[in-house]
């Protein structure tokens, strides 16, 4: 029985999520075709990391795509509480900011921050970062659908 992959999208402009939203259909649709048990591509937005957070404890996810420079909740803090959480912790996750100073990006992949992209990005980087990013769930003996094979609870 194939099942959906769901991605969230972190951004606080809405026109940056609206672009990625469609470079990771279109991408979707290419890469997970490729693969017989992925039936489909589900994304969740949110403006910033406290709505993802929110969403998160509603919804598993199978990969972010998050914004550093957000209100109400930055991208960094939204990486230090997702590091924190065993639940959520494994997610494979993407950075997608113009902020592109060495110490915030090591600051981020310190956090569990899996990949960056540079603003504006191009569909090659997302598709690139996206492809990556399912390399990690497999290397992690994770199903890019269900999680983590030792704990499919945790994804629904």
Do not use: W
Request: with cysteine.
């Amino acid at each position: 029985m194939s099942q959906r992959m769901t991605i969230l999208v972190i951004d606080d402009i809405p026109l940056m999520r609206t672009i990625l939203v469609k470079f990771l259909k279109s991408l979707g649709l290419k890469i997970l075709s490729e693969d017989l048990e992925v039936g489909g591509l589900e994304i969740i937005e949110a403006s910033n990391g406290k709505v993802a957070l929110e969403r998160l404890k509603k919804k598993p996810v199978n990969m972010i795509f998050l914004d550093l420079m957000m209100p109400e909740m930055d991208g960094l803090t939204f990486l230090g509480l997702k590091k924190e959480d065993p639940s959520i912790a494994h997610i494979p996750t993407i950075i997608c900011s113009a902020l592109g100073e060495k110490d915030t990006l090591e600051r981020a992949k310190s956090l569990g921050a899996h990949s960056y992209i540079v603003k504006p990005f191009s569909m090659k980087s997302v598709e690139e970062k996206f492809r990556k990013a399912l390399e990690v769930c497999r290397a992690q003996g994770e199903s890019p659908v269900t999680g983590p094979r030792h704990d499919l609870s945790l994804q629904g």
